[in-house]
């Protein structure tokens, strides 16, 4: 099992440029996140699929849009990229057997200029 | 709102000591987790925690909670350098209208272990 995978795992963006951020478990996991990190702040929750055809806002998700594409992937985008969106990218699944322990992919480190 | 705490944020120790990790919460919560974060890396699950009293331990780490202080601890034994990383715990709200899926994450503690 690959588990969590996430593509790229490196962007630049200039500013105004749009790019999607993909997400897939093999775990049937129902529950799925997606996180950025930053310098000193820990994990912010961006968006979250509490189960397929369900998303909803996190924390910090103005400039964010996301899809459940069906329950193995979840897709962040960025519409309109800003400095402020640097940071690396992390997504998760969970599912309640467990405990709803979450499980995280590599990363996606995004740098706009 | 769920607040999780975690002290101290930066943590050097000498190899072969003693230290605990703190991780305080706000707000009522029956599950508590730690994760493990090498430089440049993801987050690797370490304990996960779901009931008053519930104490794990893996090699030289050991985590426990305690749900009425709202207290968590990650006690570190005879440090060795391959401990050094970023520990952070996260924290779920209980039940309330679908929200317990999410974690609130502490701003970590970076672990340095030196010879």
């Known amino acids: 099992n690959a588990g969590v995978t996430q593509t790229p795992k490196f962007q630049v963006l200039k500013t105004g440029q749009s790019m999607t951020l993909q997400c897939a478990q093999d775990?049937?996991?129902?529950?799925m996140y997606w996180y950025r990190q930053d310098p000193g702040m820990g994990l912010r929750l961006i968006y979250y699929?509490?189960?397929?055809?369900?998303?909803d806002k996190g924390e910090v998700p103005n400039g964010y849009n996301v899809s459940r594409l069906n329950k193995r992937e979840f897709s962040l985008r960025l519409e309109s990229a800003a400095p402020s969106q640097t940071s690396v990218y992390f997504c998760?699944?969970?599912?309640?057997?467990?405990?709803?322990?979450?499980?995280f992919g590599p990363g996606t480190r995004l740098t706009v200029t | 709102e769920l607040k999780v705490e975690q002290n101290p944020l930066f943590l050097s120790m000498q190899e072969g000591k003693n230290y605990t990790i703190y991780c305080n919460y706000s707000?009522?919560?029956?599950?508590l987790y730690w994760y493990r974060q090498d430089p440049g890396k993801s987050l690797e699950s370490l304990f996960v925690?779901?009931?008053?009293?519930a104490v794990k331990q893996e090699g030289r780490l050991m985590a426990s909670l305690d749900t009425k202080a709202r207290l968590s601890t990650l006690h570190i034994t005879a440090a060795v350098h391959d401990l050094s990383a970023t520990y952070f715990c996260?924290?779920?709200?209980?039940?309330?209208?679908?929200?317990?899926?999410?974690?609130?994450f502490g701003k970590g503690t970076l672990l340095t272990v030196n010879p």
């Open positions: 998760a699944s969970s599912e309640w057997t467990g405990g709803y322990e979450q499980y």
């Open positions: 775990m049937n996991h129902n529950s």
């Open positions: 699929s509490a189960s397929e055809g369900t998303t």
């Open positions: 707000t009522t919560s029956d599950r």
């Open positions: 925690l779901l009931s008053n009293g």
């Open positions: 996260a924290a779920a709200p209980l039940y309330s209208g679908g929200s317990n899926y999410k974690l609130t």
